[in-house]
């Protein structure tokens, strides 16, 4: 269970990345209940009530910072709450934004820069997804808006926790072809790398080198080139660790049908035996952290 003091240091953590210290808070949080002390039905109220004090019809400068930076604790918030909770936080700011055009605008705005960049600390594909339904549940969203969105949901929403993750085709580097769903195991890491990219170059040997995922004997990591540069791929031939499998999409495939959302690699996807889905576009920590769980 989620402690409010890791809750507020969540969000002091988001402030700082932003450049801004604690005493320059001035978003106008609701005020929890005093009799109200269990942490989770804190954390369900505050979201509930997230904007219920917040001057939507202000468009000065300073209150459009102030709504930004509600906005980025918000969907903090949304990460450590359930499905239930966050759909009813997200409806409840679409009560206020929806019938109006400036703020359906501005709000669309916002969840591209902290949802949709893929270098946004606070990037949540789950949190994306509830956002984008809710804003095209608007009526002041036009034409090529909504086209735009529409399309950015169709990426988002594929492969989402819970859901079967889904098969593709790939070759090794001697040629033979396989299927991601013929990989047997208990628990499978798909680690989707470019040889061509820099942030991979930063990332993979710490993802190689995680003692966790090696000596986790119930994983089976799989390493994919999901692009055609097949000349840059077999020239890297990285060092992998000896229990990985590795291999292409063949043609570029999963690249050009975007079968998996992949705004930036590496991107990791842990699934379950049945290729469920139980972490999308992870961190290495957080991969960590869920087969210590799943463990235990």
């Not at 219920?52 to 918030?77: K, M, P």
């Not at 009813?88 to 400036?102: F, H, N, P, Q, S």
């Not at 339904?133 to 735009?148: M, P, Q, T």
Request: glycine letters at 6%.
């Amino acid at each position: 269970m989620i402690s409010m003091r890791r809750i507020v240091i969540a969000m002091a953590c988001v402030l700082a990345s932003m450049g801004v210290g604690a005493q320059d808070v001035q978003f106008p949080f609701p005020e929890v209940p005093a009799m109200m002390t269990d942490t989770q039905a804190r954390l369900k109220y505050v979201l509930e009530n997230f904007w219920s004090r917040y001057n939507f019809a202000d468009g000065s400068t300073y209150n459009e910072q102030v709504g930004e930076q509600g906005f980025s604790e918000f969907i903090n918030l949304l990460s450590y709450a359930d499905a239930a909770t966050c759909k009813r936080a997200v409806d409840g700011l679409m009560k206020y934004i929806c019938g109006d055009e400036r703020m359906t605008k501005r709000f669309d705005s916002l969840t591209d820069h902290y949802l949709g960049n893929p270098n946004s600390p606070l990037r949540n594909d789950v949190t994306y997804e509830q956002m984008l339904r809710g804003l095209l549940s608007s009526k002041k969203v036009d034409e090529a808006r909504r086209s735009r969105m529409e399309f950015k949901l169709s990426l988002v929403a594929r492969n989402q926790p819970g859901t079967k993750g889904a098969d593709f085709e790939y070759v090794d580097r001697v040629g033979r072809r396989h299927r991601m769903y013929d990989l047997q195991s208990e628990l499978t890491l798909l680690v989707f790398s470019d040889p061509e990219c820099e942030h991979c170059h930063e990332l993979m040997p710490k993802i190689m080198g995680s003692k966790v995922l090696a000596g986790d004997r119930r994983l089976k990591v799989l390493s994919i080139y999901p692009d055609e540069n097949v000349k840059a791929w077999m020239q890297m031939r990285p060092t992998l660790p000896h229990n990985w499998s590795e291999g292409r999409s063949p043609g570029g495939k999963l690249m050009h049908d975007q079968t998996y959302y992949l705004p930036a690699m590496p991107v990791l996807y842990l699934l379950d035996k049945d290729k469920k889905v139980i972490i999308k576009d992870g961190t290495l920590e957080q991969v960590e952290k869920a087969l210590s769980a799943n463990e235990k």
